[in-house]
């Protein structure tokens, strides 16, 4: 039983430092990292990090189209009314948007320029917000991981020795 515990507690531990070293090297590379983090201020606090905008539906593909994605996502693709620029919406349930309309109030975060649906279900803030926090989790838990794993190492040599 204890060998169970030790290899899944392993398992965990790699998988989570893995996915940590994954995720920070790709935030530092893309200058995105601490995005979760002030993206999910923006949403909290919309009135003061947000701006509201109209985007005039193009389009909406399926996610599912593009090599290696999972199934059920949906990107809406647009014009925004005041500025005329093109924006990307990832949704992940197609019952987060109403077909017939053509036309989306959105945020835009004054903080990352990324949009979200403003009057969109509670599920879209809530899948949003869980995304943040993964996303912040995975990202401060490297250094603890590092510093655990480490000091595993070290107890391992020195009964090695």
């Not at 909406?60 to 620029?85: M, V, W």
């Not at 924006?87 to 309309?101: G, L, M, N, P």
Request: charged residues 20%; positive net charge.
């Amino acid at each position: 039983m204890k060998n169970i515990f030790i290899i899944v507690a392993f398992f965990l531990l790699f998988s989570n430092l893995i996915s940590s070293v994954g995720i920070t090297i790709w935030g530092i590379v893309l200058n995105n990292y601490c995005d979760d983090y002030l993206n999910y201020k923006s949403l909290k606090y919309p009135s003061r990090y947000m701006d509201v905008d109209t985007l005039v539906f193009k389009k909406l593909q399926n996610y599912t189209n593009l090599e290696n994605s999972p199934p059920g996502k949906f990107i809406l693709h647009g014009n925004l009314k005041n500025t005329s620029e093109l924006v990307k919406i990832v949704i992940i349930r197609e019952e987060y948007i109403d077909k017939t309309k053509d036309k989306y109030a959105v945020y835009k975060s004054k903080l990352t320029r990324d949009y979200f649906l403003k009057d969109a279900p509670s599920g879209y803030y809530t899948r949003q917000n869980r995304s943040f926090f993964l996303g912040m989790y995975l990202k401060l838990s490297l250094l603890p991981i590092l510093i655990l794993v480490g000091y595993l190492f070290m107890e391992y040599k020195k009964m090695k020795i």
